[in-house]
């Protein structure tokens, strides 16, 4: 478990093969209802391996565990070594080769924030050859809520062009605590978006996670006046 209601879990794939994914991409769990009907969930993968740098077949995903829900029972129930249907991957929320921006703006709330940890490497890469800046906007109530935010601040401090900004509604962190930095901000990620001050000539943004702050934040990014190609969007709604 990596925050009260979200676990980490991690697959491989039974032949040995490593999963040809794009950091940003999604695979679909298959499994049936309790009376039999079929259904399918959308996971964003953790880690975003290509096939010439992957030491193994492991398929990481992160699953918001819902009460009562068909999917959550499905994972809680999964014993070490049982397995799972799959396919994919799926999706284009992905970094593109042929980006010009100066800016990323990423912006993530639950387990929206997944893809992002898959693109950290190629984040990395960008920054590296073409001097990319990166913004990284993670919305959650608490501080027990940041998906990855060891990793993320970690990934900052090792990355001078990377800024990482957790928005926290609910609850900020003691001051002792490592997630206590100045980047910290209280309140929803939307209500900080103007304090990056976007801009259509630099940025690209990318919104993923919970539909509403999707929307909100989609609608102020044009209103200040990036164009619709320049924000790309995934919502994440959570099924039972």
Known sequence: ???????????????????????????????????????????????????????????????????????TALFEGLAIGATVDASGPFGRFCLYPN???????????????????????????QMAQRGVQVVLLQGARTPAELLYGDEFRAFAEAHPQFRYMPCLSRELPAADSPHAHPDVRHGYVQNVLAELVPDAAT??????????MV???FEALKAIGLPIPMIRREKYVSNK
């Open 99 to 125: 980006d010009a921006n100066r800016r990323y703006v990423l912006i993530g709330t639950g387990t929206g924030i997944t893809p992002y940890r898959a693109m950290l490497p190629q984040l990395a890469q």
């Open 203 to 212: 940025d690209i943004a990318y919104l993923c996670g919970n539909p509403d």
């Open 1 to 71: 478990m990596i925050a009260p209601t979200v676990a980490h879990l991690s697959f491989l794939r039974d032949d040995g093969q490593p999963l040809p994914c794009i950091p940003g991409q999604f695979i679909q769990i298959h499994f049936e209802y309790a009376d039999g009907s079929a259904a399918k969930r959308s996971y964003s993968i953790a880690i975003g391996r290509q096939p010439d740098d992957a030491p193994d077949a492991q398929v990481d995903i992160a699953v918001s565990y819902v009460a009562g829900g068909a999917a």
């Open 215 to 217: 929307d909100a934040n």
